[in-house]
């Protein structure tokens, strides 16, 4: 039987090339588990197979025996173009608040702690090529009172799931750099209605150092979808070299606001050649589950012993492993989720 530093190590020499010298040198065994240890829980949107469903409780369970501690459910509201200021609820008859609700007991009931993570969708991210960062408001005062109601919603919701996070929004970059201050009131507005702690999942590429209102935060989070090399079959250690310069940037950023940081979001595309680009969607390119597996180990390797930082949410695990989408993010069944097994339930 494989132990786990020999899977480790093992996965450390695939495709490796030296190590360059390092200040901070990477932990090579398993260190303490990040205060979370977490995965994005992607609903699948069929009644039966997704959030509160048994299959998605087996996908829970499975989870736990990975050694994950956190899962983050992420409902979805609709803006009907970029410059809308109206943001409605979904409708969606498999996905309302009491699916939440009972996929919230059924991770606790595991063990398992609950964030709650609101997105915003529209068909013009997939119609035009854009996305949250573009969105451009016509009327900002309109919009902010409207993603305020969607915020508040969403914040007595995860209270109700009995939530120990609640991210009250991701990756809106133009919003956040031509309005300072925005994100602090929506904050406040949902500190009324929830107990717990609150972030904000910064997009990687300019927003987490341009935002302004981390004061009114407990935790800075990052989407983190950081370039990290341009070879097509790079090691681990070519991956942690990648990650230096973003792991020294992040530790400034808690330093400079005196707050711990968060990776809200990261992963990679089990896909040859996806370090240089994480951030990229799509399944085409050459299958390659053995880089996500060293992508996964250069991160913890990597983070392992910041005392600032406070975790990672994988992107991300599906409530159901047959019926689930074809997503290259997912380590579903990859060498990834042997890291996560051998990292994360080392004594």
Request: include cysteine; proline fraction near 6%; charge should be negative.
């Amino acid at each position: 039987m494989t132990t786990r530093r020999q899977l480790l190590v093992g996965l450390g020499a695939l495709a490796s090339t030296p190590a360059l010298a390092c200040p901070k040198p990477a932990r090579l065994d398993p260190g303490p588990k990040p205060d979370h240890a977490g995965f994005n829980l992607a609903h699948l949107h069929r009644e039966g197979f997704g959030y509160g469903s048994e299959r998605s409780r087996t996908q829970l369970a499975r989870l736990v025996e990975l050694g994950v501690t956190h899962v983050a459910l992420t409902p979805f509201a609709g803006l009907r173009d970029l410059t809308s200021s109206a943001i409605t609820l979904s409708g969606d008859r498999t996905l309302t608040d009491e699916h939440l609700v009972r996929e919230a007991e059924n991770a606790r009931t595991l063990g398992l702690a609950v964030t709650m993570k609101p997105h915003i969708w529209s068909w013009q991210f997939w119609s035009m090529g854009k996305s949250r960062q573009d969105i451009v408001p016509a009327d900002i005062v309109a919009w902010e009172k409207a993603y305020t109601a969607f915020a508040v919603h969403y914040a007595k919701v995860a209270e109700r799931c009995g939530a120990v996070l609640y991210c009250v929004g991701l990756e809106y970059l133009a919003v956040t750099k031509a309005h300072p201050g925005l994100w602090g009131r929506v904050a406040d507005a949902c500190r009324q209605h929830f107990t717990g702690q609150l972030t904000y999942a910064a997009n990687w590429w300019e927003e987490a150092e341009a935002f302004a209102d981390w004061k009114a935060f407990d935790l800075i989070g990052v989407n983190a979808y950081y370039p990290l090399s341009g070879a097509k079959d790079p090691g681990v250690s070519e991956l942690i070299d990648g990650w230096r310069p973003h792991v020294d940037a992040l530790c400034d950023l808690s330093t400079t606001h005196d707050r711990p940081v968060l990776l809200c979001e990261a992963g990679l595309r089990a896909i040859q050649g996806a370090a240089e680009k994480p951030w990229e969607h799509g399944d085409g390119g050459t299958p390659d589950g053995e880089l996500q597996g060293r992508a996964y180990l250069a991160l913890l390797r990597a983070f392992a012993d910041q005392p600032w930082w406070k975790g990672v949410y994988w992107w991300k695990w599906f409530t159901d492993h047959d019926a689930r989408e074809s997503d290259p993010y997912s380590p579903m069944g990859q060498p990834a989720e042997k890291v996560l097994r051998a990292w994360w339930t080392s004594p």
